[in-house]
């Protein structure tokens, strides 16, 4: 079944009616070909997810009412924010999409030493936009609750200052010949850092990796280095396999 993440302005706790309008609307009336007695299901992505009854179909505005709440148990205990250095082309993009669809809260893309990518700060508000609308899409096609938040890129010193807002922060280098993530989330979860709410830290690389001197910093700002195995991945792998390993582990996968 179709589902939309609205504004929560657009129907609260005391709403018996959904008004999906804009890019939603044409999407429902166009690309879904929805009529009037067709239903879909409709969140504000923090406290309300419904099932609705289309009721009106106007031009650019689609009225629906409410027929059934439904609860919010599609997203993962541990909260995963997905600290990523940004990569060429449009890999970014994909990590986004895959990590939404895995399960990741948060992005945050930031640029380290050996970021390729021309960073433009005045093109930077229309791609965060445009990272956030693929982080929606992704959200409704697979059927989360919420929509993961892609922040602005970040800085090197900005991104340290993650570990302190985290309950466990992990840094993947492929040089790392001491612990593994997988030993690594156990002894977290050892330690009852990986509980209900929980906020973890995931941090890959760019193309070329990091440098010594970064994970140094990193590991002394609060971070631990972890290996992803033997093999090395491309850094829009990464980010993916790390998410997967954790939940996993959590039982978020049925582990």
Known sequence: MQRYFLPPEQFHLSSQTVTIEGDDAHHLMRVMRADIGDEVICSNGVDREVLVRISQLDKGLVTAEIVEELPMNAEAAVQVWVAQSLPKGDKMETIIQKGTEIGAARFLPFLSERTIVQYDAKKEAKRTERWQKIAKEAAEQAHRNRVPQVESVYSWKQLLQQAKEADAAWICYEKEDGQQLRPAIQDALAAGKLGQGSKVVIAVGPE?????????????????????????????????VGLTCLFYETGEMGG
């Open 208 to 240: 070329g990796g990091f440098t010594e001197q970064e994970i140094k910093q990193a590991e002394e700002a609060g971070f631990r280095s972890v290996s992803l195995g033997a093999r090395i991945l491309r850094t829009e792998t990464a980010a993916m």
